[in-house]
């Protein structure tokens, strides 16, 4: 199907954040068929390739020294 043939509804298109196992990301903006399924992708933004991403410690399981922290609170 030609692009020139592609009719958006309503005055917004919605593009989706597809992200792979590798890290790599692209915007894009896919025709999506009645039952959900994607058809094909018009338009594809590719954000990064995933190779440029070193791996992330999130220090998940150690907790947080948040000891100089004071919290006033007050009633109104």
């Known amino acids: 199907m030609p692009d020139s043939v ?3 509804r309503g005055d917004y298109k919605t593009y989706y954040l597809m ?6 990301m692209e915007l894009s903006l ?3 068929k ?3 399924n994607f058809l094909r992708c018009i338009e ?3 954000l990064i390739d995933g190779s440029d ?4 410690e999130f220090g998940v399981d150690e907790p947080a ?10 009633r109104k």
């Open 30 to 32: 896919p025709i999506v």
């Open 53 to 56: 991403l070193d791996e992330v």
């Open 6 to 8: 592609i009719k958006f």
């Open 19 to 24: 992200v792979d196992q590798n890290g790599a």
């Open 65 to 74: 020294d948040d000891s100089d922290l004071d919290f006033v609170v007050t």
């Open 34 to 36: 009645a039952g959900g």
């Open 44 to 46: 594809r933004i590719f």
